[in-house]
């Protein structure tokens, strides 16, 4: 069982400007495979150089399209857990909250998160290959193969960010910003591999943030946070939340 040191719960009551970044791992408790675990993550089954960049689209959208349309009908499927609902009670509690994700399942807002800035982009959205510009209602356009622009008659893509792309400009500039007036930088079920995302606990510690992480695993930040939460982010991100205001349990 992991230990919650006290101080951690403590700093959290009292912190002012709270940072959260999540990855892949605050949904594997809802049925969301991660990327990287061995065995279960998507990268260790599927190739994303065949599913994820602009060139692969381009060789073969349909296969794209496809798995994208798996991925979306499986997060459809699922529902937040514990730990989601967690960071809702930590927005609720604190002054000020942001909430950064690389996770482009949406299940944070369906929990109940208002402040999300989401640096990968969202499943739910697509938008024009060619135009770059998001196109709503877009589910009437599928259906009859490939969706195609309804302006430009280009292909339609998922509004998600692949590799080999830049973030976009806003959420990004917005994440950095938060991350550097941070008191509080908690980050949670991330690997801290991928830039620039992977950046943003140094942005906060630079400037004296307390650093927590919440994984079961070692990440590459590990060794620079104040404080390691080894386990489940179901498990252990509720028990913060009792340990730092029991008077709200
Ligand atoms: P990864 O799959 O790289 O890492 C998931 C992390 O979650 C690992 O460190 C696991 O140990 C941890 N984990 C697993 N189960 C957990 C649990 N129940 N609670 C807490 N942590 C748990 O996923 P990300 O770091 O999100 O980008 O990957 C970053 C980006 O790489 C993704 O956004 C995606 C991917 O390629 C793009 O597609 C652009």
Redesign the pocket.
């Known amino acids: 069982m992991t230990i919650l040191p006290p101080e951690v719960a403590q700093q959290l009551r009292q912190a002012q400007r709270v940072v959260v970044l999540?990855?892949?791992?605050?949904s594997?408790?809802s049925g969301v495979p991660?990327?990287?675990?061995a065995q279960t993550?998507?990268?260790a089954q599927y190739d994303?150089h065949q599913l994820?960049t602009p060139q692969a689209f381009m060789r073969n959208p349909k296969l794209v399209w496809d798995w994208y349309a798996w991925r979306r009908d499986l997060v459809t499927k699922v529902v937040p857990n514990p730990?989601h609902y967690a960071l809702v009670a930590i927005e609720q509690r604190v002054p000020n909250f942001n909430l950064v994700t690389?996770?482009?399942d949406g299940l944070h807002r369906k929990a109940g998160s208002h402040e999300i800035v989401e640096?990968?982009g969202n499943i739910f959205r697509v938008r024009c290959f060619t135009e770059n510009v998001l196109v709503e209602d877009w589910n009437d356009l599928i259906g009859k193969g490939l969706p195609h622009c309804p302006n430009c008659g280009g292909f339609l893509r998922p509004d998600?960010?692949?590799?080999g792309?830049t973030l976009p400009v806003e959420a990004l500039a917005h994440a950095v910003k938060a991350s550097q007036s941070a008191d509080f930088f908690l980050v949670?079920?991330?690997?801290?591999?991928?830039q620039p995302?992977a950046s943003l606990p140094f942005e906060a510690i630079d400037r004296g943030a307390m650093l927590v992480e919440?994984?079961?695993?070692p990440?590459p930040i590990s060794p620079y946070v104040s404080y390691t939460l080894r386990?489940?982010?179901?498990i252990?991100l509720p028990a913060l939340v009792v340990a730092a205001w029991p008077d709200q349990a």
């Open positions: 999540t990855g892949a791992g605050i594997a408790e991660t990327f990287r675990d993550g998507l990268w994303p994820a730990g690389q996770n482009i640096l990968h998600v960010v692949w590799f792309e949670v079920g991330t690997s801290g591999i991928v995302a919440v994984n079961p695993e990440t386990g489940a982010a179901g252990i």
